[in-house]
């Protein structure tokens, strides 16, 4: 006998345990499995299965307790109903579910049914649960060990590709599969696409005659369209759009793009050719959009990207009435470089925001263009600045603005507006 084995036995063989083990065979609802018995002396002697505790204690029952009958009654275990006899089967439809999933890591979990947590209760009345391991751990370990084997893949407790779940309820096998996350950054070269979808206002997303019964405000969106061109590369079921802000539906988004991080869910395939897909979105989405530097990120990339308050660079094009000379322009420009801007929540963003002064500073502004009653000018300041509001006033909302710093008669607009650059991470 190796020496292992003879220490787990002496462990074991001790009065106390033996005494709880007989109590469990006299007292129990019928036959016990090798593992059920085994399972409520877990902490006792490491290194070996529950199985193999079991058979050493029952065998010692046997020889030294005089518990002959009672042990070799035949059936159905009374504690896990024969689950533990039935491994295989479980095994088999995990993998079956596994089957078109693409997967390095995994980990298993159990919902365990109603029938076998009250037998668990009963057989801890019966021995006390201080030595014991909660069925269901057993369970994941030991379907857990056999996928390894049949698979190759491991177990990862920390961050699993996917989760199989097996319900004992329904006697399925469900899979929560771990998103894929990917950085990139998108360039949007066409007005008018929001940055996700957005769902009718008047039905919520059930479709309606107010839009067409797209459920839907906007025909595409940037998360759509990028969606559009590499959920099926990922066998995925939909896409989800984290964006570094977001620009105004009416601005291009030019410059180095905006980065973002796009969230498969349900995917079956996890590693695709980040630069096949940043063609195919380029050639799908000609002239309107572009992605680059994709990248394969961990979920915490999320967050650092939904924080990131940095700077942001616009070119603006302004319409003015009257028309003001150029050195009028340059001199308030000149007054806006480095201003502290006080801005109310602008009106148009009322019904969704709250009411509430921000302070954010413009770092630069420069003169690009000018042609009388229209100039475009280049803009730097930090995130979250109304920028619309900050060339109009907003109605003395926003202070100071550019229409007030070009006399009070003047009146200016923005008529065009391009993020350059945003979300220096
Ligand atoms: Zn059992
Ligand atoms: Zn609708």
Request: include cysteine; hydrophobic fraction near 35%.
């Amino acid at each position: 006998m190796p020496s292992k084995e003879f220490r787990v036995a002496s462990e074991l063989e001790k009065t106390e345990v033996i005494e709880t083990a007989r109590k469990i065979v006299k007292e129990g609802l019928g036959p016990i499995c090798d593992n059920c018995i085994g399972r409520q002396f877990a902490k006792i002697s490491s290194g070996v299965s529950n199985a193999k505790r079991g058979q050493i204690l029952k065998e010692a029952l046997r020889t030294k307790w005089d518990l002959g009958e009672e042990i070799e009654l035949q059936g159905k275990c009374w504690v896990c109903n024969g689950l533990f006899e039935n491994l295989d089967e479980w095994v088999l439809k995990a993998l079956e579910a596994l089957e078109e999933y693409e997967f390095d890591s995994f980990l298993v979990g159990t919902k365990v049914s109603g029938m076998l947590l009250e037998n668990e209760e009963l057989i801890w009345e019966i021995a006390g649960a201080s030595y014991a391991e909660p069925l269901k751990a057993e369970l994941n370990r030991e379907i857990g060990k056999r996928i390894e084997r049949e698979t190759g893949k491991t177990v990862d407790f920390e961050r699993p590709d996917l989760v199989v779940l097996l319900d004992l309820w329904t006697e399925k096998v469900e899979l929560q599969v771990n998103s894929v996350f990917i950085y990139g950054r998108y360039r949007k070269f066409e007005r008018g696409i929001p940055q996700t979808r957005w769902l009718c206002r008047e039905c919520r997303g059930r479709g309606c005659e107010k839009c067409n019964y797209t459920g839907k405000m906007y025909q595409e969106s940037v998360e759509e369209l990028i969606s559009g061109s590499i959920l099926a590369e990922f066998k995925g079921e939909y896409m989800v759009l984290h964006g570094c802000g977001r620009e105004d539906i009416d601005a291009r988004m030019l410059g180095s793009g905006r980065p973002f991080v796009g969230e498969i869910k349900e995917r079956r395939r996890r590693k695709v050719d980040l630069r096949m897909l940043e063609d195919k979105v380029k050639e799908e989405n000609a002239g309107k959009l572009e992605v680059t530097g994709l990248q394969y990120v961990k979920r915490e990339m999320v967050a650092q990207i939904k924080n990131a308050k940095a700077d942001k660079t616009y070119r603006v094009g302004v319409g003015i009435k009257p028309n003001v000379p150029e050195k009028d322009l340059e001199n308030a420009l000149d007054k806006l470089t480095g201003a502290v801007i006080e801005q109310r929540t602008p009106t148009r963003v009322l019904h969704r925001r709250a009411d509430m002064v921000r302070r954010r500073k413009v770092h630069s502004a420069k003169l690009i263009s000018f042609d009388e009653s229209v100039f475009f000018m280049e803009i730097r300041c930090d995130g979250g600045l109304y920028i619309k509001e900050l060339v109009s006033g907003d109605g003395g909302r926003t202070k100071p603005n550019l229409s007030e710093l070009l006399g009070t008669e003047v009146e200016a607009e923005v008529k065009e507006l391009d993020v350059m650059d945003v979300c220096y991470i």
